[in-house]
């Protein structure tokens, strides 16, 4: 469960994220849509803690992320839109790393890894070095390694940029698999097909404020548009004229 | 196991990976100076040698005006040549490096009594040419004396009178000392050496971690920046001992190879030279890596960091420079000042001393205390929120 209050952050003079509040809650996907530019970004890298709010709260599991940062990310597995891998280590190797950090004892480790690897359909490359991988091997590594841990939140930032229709696929239908296990899970994109496909709710970002947040269904009828990129396109007009 | 080990062992483990990494820091660095050192010292130790043992060849103009100082100057070690056209031009387009002019006024000079003039044609912006020139000096000078000497006694008088002062030299310098002033270079060679073991890795594990996009996704791992920043520091300290420790053992085999005794000088690159060298660098590599974590983390990209960092190891020549140019007397206080302190220490025992403990403690808590400022500050750094965020 992620709980986002009233949340700003600026940049010198440009209010990147200015005031947002949504829920994300166990066992649904939340998808954070909006066009390039509109703070998910930064959004998304204040709920890791990666930067401190300048207002609001951030809570995850009812723990405030400004407050205790670690117990946080402890609960959290996080898929940045930086999603670089070691690249002179093998990707089970670079899952590995990231699991000491979390302070997994071995046979832990050893049997998160594999459970991942099997998941994510990598066993082919998982002791291959991560130089010469794929978009789509990439990814599945750095989802690999940023669930070692087994948390009960998972955050990703464009995951499926750069994939191809088959890994795009495949990502998805392992997202449904963590929402079936009750995890919550929050994704950000720019692709409306993708939100639909995806989510159980939607909330909507422009120029760093809220500006919609309700089950696609419910955008889509409120809007009184027949798709949601229509809607989409919608609101973000909306808001447009609202704010100038 | 402690988060922080486990990125020290993440970052050595991969780096050893890295061929181009371990070529330099664990190769290339620690034998490029002994290898550079020794070729330097060959070539100076024969240039010199070459000066006293071998003839002086020299064209002669007007040989025929004083064939008597021609023997005389040919049993000291001179070869008289045939004349070029041109002496001057013959000099400056280095076909000759020195040329007797003898004039033809000599002769009647010479019988007369009187004093006689001979010309030489050289150039002392030329080293070859300068030395030269002075040989031959010295030989003409030897000559002037006998012959005024036999002078004053054909007239009866003591050749005493023509040489009221006689100044004798008591050099104080030994072998070791003599050796120390031609090795004073040699302590901006470990410094170097220590410097590039360290370079690559600070450079891969903070700017180039960013630059290919993992350091966000490591910073989103429960461990707090410190942790992380003391695992990448300890990681390169590591490469940049070894780098040392590796150095100073090509430094010790490289000793072998010189043959300084035939310059009347000794040079000891034992172990003893080789632990308290060790000791006093220590604390400032510690101070050297923090200070390359430091740059890099400011760096935006790996090419950025790598640019500072080349401009960064030109500092560590200025102490050897400054202690070239103004010979300042040693200072307990000194010693507290990091570089510096190494610098004389190491100066201090290729002359055959020992640092005082004083010194030596001086020395080590003025590097630590460096460190540790500079430790606290790319603390500061890597606790700032633009670190992790990647262009």
Known sequence: ?244 | MHPAVTVFCKEVRENLRDRRTVMNALLRGPLLAPVLFLVMFNLQISAQLKGADQPLPVPVVGAAYAPHLVAALAQMGMVAQPPPKDPGAAVRSQLDTVVLVIPHGYPSHWDRGETAGVRLVYDSSRRSSDQAAQRLRLMLKRYALTIGAQRMLARGLSPAVDLPLVAEDRDQATPRSRGAVLFSILPYFIVLTAFLGGMYLAIDTTAGERERQSLEPLLANPVPRWTVLLGKWSATTLFALVSLALGVIGFAVAGRYMDVRRLNMVIDLGVHFFAITLLLMLPLVLLLTCLQTLVSAFARSYREALTYLSLLMFIPVLPSLLLMVIPVKSHTWMYAVPLLGQQLGIMRLLRGGTPGVIDIAVCLLGSLLAAALAFAVSLRVYASERLAVSA
């Open chain 1, 1 to 244: 469960m992620i709980e986002v209050e009233n949340l700003r952050k600026s940049f010198g003079a440009v209010k990147a994220v200015d005031g947002v509040s949504f829920a994300a809650r166990d066992g649904e996907i939340t998808g954070l849509l909006g066009p390039n530019g509109a703070g998910k970004t930064t959004t998304l890298r204040m709920l890791y803690t990666l930067m401190k709010p300048d207002q609001g709260t951030v809570r995850v599991d009812g723990i405030d992320a400004v407050a205790d940062p670690l117990a946080v990310r402890r609960r959290l597995g996080v898929l940045p839109d930086a999603r670089g891998l070691y690249k002179r280590l093998s990707a089970r190797e670079n899952i590995a790393y990231f699991g000491h950090l979390h302070q997994l004892d071995d046979e832990t480790l050893r049997t998160r890894s594999d459970a991942l690897i099997d998941a994510l359909e990598m066993r082919d490359i998982a002791d291959r070095r991560a130089e010469g991988f794929s978009q789509g091997e990439r990814v599945k590594t750095a989802i690999a390694r940023a669930l070692v841990h087994d948390p009960r939140n998972l955050i990703l930032d464009e995951p499926t940029n750069g994939l191809d229709v088959m890994a795009t696929r495949s990502l998805r239908e392992f997202l449904f698999r963590l929402r079936a296990e009750g995890r919550c899970v929050l994704f950000s994109s720019h692709i409306m097909q993708e939100v639909v496909a995806l989510c159980d709710r939607v909330v909507v970002i422009a120029r760093g404020r809220v500006v919609a947040d309700a089950p696609p269904q419910t955008l889509r009828e409120r809007t009184g548009a027949a798709s949601l990129e229509d809607a989409f396109v919608e609101i973000i007009r909306q808001s447009e004229s609202a704010a100038a």
